[in-house]
């Protein structure tokens, strides 16, 4: 069974600066996917970024990155330039590769953005 | 392009009543998801479908839980005798199969249908 961890309930940080958010997990499968996700206030669930467990360089698109550490089974989000825009609920979520797959989620960091 | 549909967004029904959620997977999505969200378990998985064949089932509550997928357009999520424990967002989220020996995209949320039950 998989089992995503995310530990930082809360985090508050200025704007225009740059934010961790931390994503640590567990699982027997020897390949597999990472994601995150963003819930804004509406409740609306968007997909951010993905890493490949095969993969060695660390994922970005626009201004989310990650630092994936596969020996110690992390994975973590890193938004630069952060915007107002940005408050919302992180989830960090993983399956398994090879078809379509459960997505198994962490319970989610809230990340507000002081302007 | 539309993302996913889901109907309707919110439902209250009282308590030993019947409930269906709609779900519309993105136009070309093969997989289907159905999650749900509460403030105590956070995001859980329920079943999901590829191809509208059922695959796994095994986050559903057996009893009273059902879910079906008619045609490629279409997802129900059937809830019968519904308790106030049922009281969740139902998320429906659908993926693309990339064609790449049936690895699938990541997956895409609908807005979710909050259920009250009273």
């Known amino acids: 069974a998989q089992k995503v961890t995310q530990t930082q309930t809360s985090i508050s940080v200025m704007e225009k600066t740059t934010v961790t958010m931390d994503c640590v997990y567990e699982t027997q499968d020897s390949s597999y996917f990472l994601f995150w996700y963003k819930q804004t206030a509406s409740g609306e669930i968007v997909f951010l970024i993905r890493?490949?467990?095969?993969?060695?360089e660390n994922a970005t698109v626009g201004h989310y990155s990650l630092n994936f550490q596969k020996p110690k089974s992390s994975i973590g989000l890193i938004i630069t330039a952060t915007q107002i825009e940005d408050s919302a609920v992180y989830f960090c979520?993983?399956?398994?590769?090879?078809?379509?797959?459960?997505?198994?989620f962490g319970k989610g960091t809230q990340l507000i953005i002081q302007p | 392009n539309a993302g996913v549909i889901q109907t309707p967004r919110h439902k209250v029904t009282g308590k030993g009543q019947e409930a269906t959620l709609w779900c519309e997977p993105i136009s070309g999505h093969s997989a289907v998801f159905w999650y749900r969200q509460t403030i105590v378990q956070g995001l859980e998985f329920l079943t999901y479908?590829?191809?509208?064949?059922?695959?796994?089932d095994s986050g559903m509550p057996k009893e009273r839980f059902s879910a079906q997928m008619p045609n490629q357009s279409h997802s129900t999520l059937k809830i019968q005798s519904t308790q106030p424990q049922d009281s969740a967002v139902y998320l429906c989220a659908s993926s693309l199969d990339l064609g790449l020996g049936g690895n699938y995209a990541e997956q895409f949320f609908g807005p979710g249908t909050r259920l009250t039950v009273l």
């Open positions: 890493q490949d467990s095969y993969k060695k």
């Open positions: 479908f590829r191809n509208q064949a059922p695959i796994d």
């Open positions: 979520a993983m399956r398994r590769t090879g078809g379509a797959d459960r997505l198994t």
